[in-house]
């Protein structure tokens, strides 16, 4: 079992930046994959940005260039930077993990509102 918890989420106004944080209740090394998900109002959850295995990430097109995640493996935590923030990146976030097995975990989410 794995859970997850995110911080981080809020108000911005256009060309803001937030920092999203997902804790983990186990050591990142055990963890397959994992990442951000997104999901806006009236759309379907979309990938944002994911450690794959080993260091790799994945990024969404979107969000390339604006958004960094990363990772504080002492901490289990992964982060993600959100940078020059627009209207269109407003959604709830979401943290997913992944093992192995083929299991995976979802945190509670955490709502990012990008609004002036």
């Known amino acids: 079992q794995v859970q997850l918890v995110e911080s981080g989420g809020g108000l911005v106004q256009p060309g803001g930046s937030l920092r999203l944080s997902c804790a983990t209740s186990r050591s990142i090394f055990t963890i397959y994959h994992m990442g951000w998900y997104r999901q806006a109002p009236g759309k379907q959850r979309e990938l944002v940005a994911v450690?794959?295995?080993?260091?790799?990430?994945n990024y969404a097109d979107s969000v390339k260039g604006r958004f960094i995640i990363s990772r504080d493996n002492a901490k289990n935590t992964v982060y993600l930077q959100m940078t020059s923030l627009k209207p269109e990146d407003t959604a709830v976030y979401y943290c997913n993990a992944g093992l192995i097995s083929g299991e995976t975990y979802w945190g509670q989410g955490t709502q990012v509102t990008v609004s002036s």
């Open positions: 450690f794959t295995s080993g260091s790799n990430t």
